[in-house]
């Protein structure tokens, strides 16, 4: 395949609430709304990691999500890139010293983009799924040849199930 | 006028429709968006979308699932030479059959209940419209005495005249397999995260963009199938091409999605009711 900068003009989002307050998950929806407008970048919002090249997570994470994260990240076919929303996803905000949350989401997932804010404004956001978009074009994709066959929900990394010490 | 060698016309057919099955999913992305007040995708975004899904890892759940991708694509790109090249109808018909019922298999032999439930929806989908289209091409032996496909080209009157009820039936068909509302039941080209895309779910990479080759293709069909309705001359067969298409946004924009009870009723009251009128009519 030539090389040919369809990934930037074509990342397709896939969003996971993973313990947000939801203030960014409405900023986020705010970016499909005729204001911002995020598919005239060729970013489609798709409710499938399968069809995903952007994980887009908001909120911490906790014991009982990271499974759940990891999953989404793992069934997403390669390249791909993750784009933690606002503070919590980074760090665990103002979630962090709670006696469940783990930290920012790059505990369990890799992260390629940092969008700060509580909430990441919706400009903030696009701005960062380009950036993301861009990063994937620059993954690289020759190495991907073979078909893989996947188990999904037995693939993925157990993460440390211990509850903090109160 | 020379006659076009079969094997050429072939080859230009395959190669060309996708491009412009494209084009038409383009225009169709920017023109819904500029409704809606948006600025909407460039045109050339499905081009886009597919090369960027070829490039993509392949995962596939279960390997005969590809075979039905693959099942797909190639009899829907099979009706289309049919149709185009003018054989015969009813051939087409289960050709064309065929290759959403590959779609459909695909999406059952996976075990994902939201792709079943997609494939169960197309499967309504169906039954709803076949009836319609098989009175179109009973329709369009009575007007022109030949189950060819070739022969609306032949006639002297635009069958747009001798079967306007049956047009209207087909508009709707047209409306189903274009996956447009209120007729997006199995998947659907906004909603992304309703019933997560139908029976698509499972494709992913190089597979979801055989599937979207085979949906440009179907496109082409499409217009092709609107076409003969005004086959005598090849441009006002297109505009009226173009104005159904056109038709089939605004309606995409206005109306909420029926339920498949819903599809299946309508399409078997009135949409089979208003084309078998048209055959009446034929008669007297
Ligand atoms: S960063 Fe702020 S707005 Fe976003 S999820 Fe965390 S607390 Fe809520």
Known sequence: MPAMSTFKKSPWVVHFNCNSCNGCDIEFLACLTPVYDLERFGILHVGNPKHADVLLVTGSVNHRNARVLRNVYDQMPAPKVVVACGVCAATGGIFADGYNVLGGIDKVVPVDVFVPGCPARPEAMIDGIIRAAEILESRNTAAITSVSCRKPLHRCTPVPDSPKPV | ?284
């Open chain 2, 1 to 284: 006028m020379i006659t076009p060698n079969p094997t050429f016309q072939i080859a230009l057919l395959i190669l060309l429709a996708p491009f412009f099955g494209a084009l038409i999913a383009g225009l169709d992305r920017k023109i819904t968006a500029r409704m809606q007040g948006r600025i909407g995708p460039p045109v050339l975004q499905p081009f886009y979308d597919v090369m960027k899904l070829l490039r993509k890892e392949p995962i596939v759940v279960n390997r005969i699932q590809v075979v039905y991708a693959f099942l797909h694509l190639a009899f829907m790109a099979l009706s289309l030479i049919l149709l185009v090249l003018g054989q015969d109808s009813l051939m087409f018909l289960f050709v064309f059959a065929f290759s959403t019922l590959a779609l459909v298999l695909g999406g059952m032999c996976v075990r994902s209940p939201y792709s079943r439930i997609g494939s169960q929806r197309e499967i309504m989908l169906m039954v709803a419209y076949e009836p319609v289209l098989i009175v179109l091409m009973i329709g369009m032996y009575l007007v022109n005495g030949s189950f060819l496909l070739a022969s609306p080209i032949a006639a002297a009157r635009p069958m747009l005249f001798t079967l306007p009820l049956i047009f209207i039936a087909v508009l709707v068909v047209l409306a189903i397999k274009l996956q447009k509302s209120p007729f997006d039941l199995a998947t659907s080209h906004h909603a992304h995260q309703e019933i997560i895309k139908g029976l698509t779910i499972e494709y992913a990479g190089p597979y979801l963009a055989i599937l979207e080759i085979a949906h440009f293709y179907e496109i082409a069909l499409l217009f092709y199938l609107i076409m003969l309705f005004w086959a005598s001359s090849l441009l006002i067969g297109a505009l009226l091409a173009c104005a159904a298409f056109f038709l089939m946004i605004i309606a995409d924009n206005v109306f909420a999605r029926l339920t498949s009870i819903w599809t299946f009723r309508f399409m078997w009251t009135g949409a089979l009711i208003l084309s078998l009128t048209n055959i009446l009519w034929l008669y007297l």
